[in-house]
C-alpha cells in the first residue's frame, strides 16, 4: 500500500503542530517559572530546570519550539533542496532525542518527563512522514486529453 504524498504532508504538519504545542506549552512554563503538571514519570521539572534542561544557557524548550517551528513553515514546500534540508534537521533533532531519553534515563533518577517523550514522539511522527515524501516519487502528472 502506498501513503499519498499529500497524506504524509498532512501528517507532518498535525505532527509539527503537536511538537509546537506542546513546546510552546513548555516555553510558557518556563517563562512563567512554572512546573508543567507531570501525570507519569514525574521528571518534568528536572528536565525543564535541570541543568541538562538548557544548551548553551538556552533552555531546550525554546530550541524545541523554535526546530518545530521551522519545520512547519518548511513541510508545504515540495521542491527536492528544501525537503533535503528539512529531513537534514530532523534527522538531528532525532538524534538529539535518544540522548536527550538517555540523559533523562542516567540523570533523572529514571524518571520520565511525558511532555518530552510526546513532544519526541510527534517528532519523529513528523520525520518519518518526511522521509517518506523525500523518497517518494511524485505522483504522475494526468495525461493531456
Known amino acids: 500500500m502506498q501513503i499519498d504524498r499529500r497524506l504524509l504532508t498532512l501528517l507532518q504538519a498535525l505532527a509539527l503542530l503537536v511538537a509546537v504545542a506542546i513546546a510552546g506549552y513548555l516555553t510558557?512554563?518556563?517563562?512563567?517559572?512554572?512546573?508543567?503538571?507531570?501525570?507519569?514519570?514525574?521528571?518534568?521539572?528536572?528536565?525543564?530546570?535541570?541543568?541538562?534542561?538548557?544548551?548553551?544557557?538556552?533552555p531546550l524548550a525554546y530550541i524545541g519550539l523554535t526546530a518545530a517551528t521551522v519545520l512547519l513553515a518548511l513541510t508545504p514546500w515540495r521542491v527536492q533542496p528544501v525537503r533535503a534540508i528539512s529531513l537534514v534537521l530532523f534527522?538531528?533533532?532525532?538524534?538529539?532525542?535518544?540522548?536527550?531519553?538517555?540523559?533523562?534515563?542516567?540523570?533523572?533518577?529514571?524518571?520520565?518527563?511525558?511532555?518530552?517523550?510526546?513532544?519526541?514522539?510527534?517528532?519523529?511522527?513528523?520525520?518519518?512522514?518526511?522521509?517518506?515524501?523525500l523518497v517518494r516519487p511524485p505522483a504522475p502528472a494526468p495525461a493531456a486529453a
Open 28 to 58: 510558557w512554563m518556563k517563562a512563567q517559572n512554572q512546573i508543567p503538571p507531570c501525570t507519569a514519570g514525574g521528571g518534568c521539572a528536572a528536565a525543564l530546570y535541570s541543568q541538562w534542561g538548557f544548551i548553551a544557557g538556552i
Open 91 to 133: 534527522l538531528v533533532g532525532a538524534i538529539f532525542t535518544i540522548y536527550l531519553r538517555y540523559v533523562e534515563q542516567a540523570h533523572f533518577d529514571g524518571n520520565v518527563c511525558i511532555w518530552c517523550v510526546s513532544f519526541m514522539a510527534a517528532w519523529w511522527v513528523a520525520g518519518a512522514c518526511d522521509l517518506l515524501r
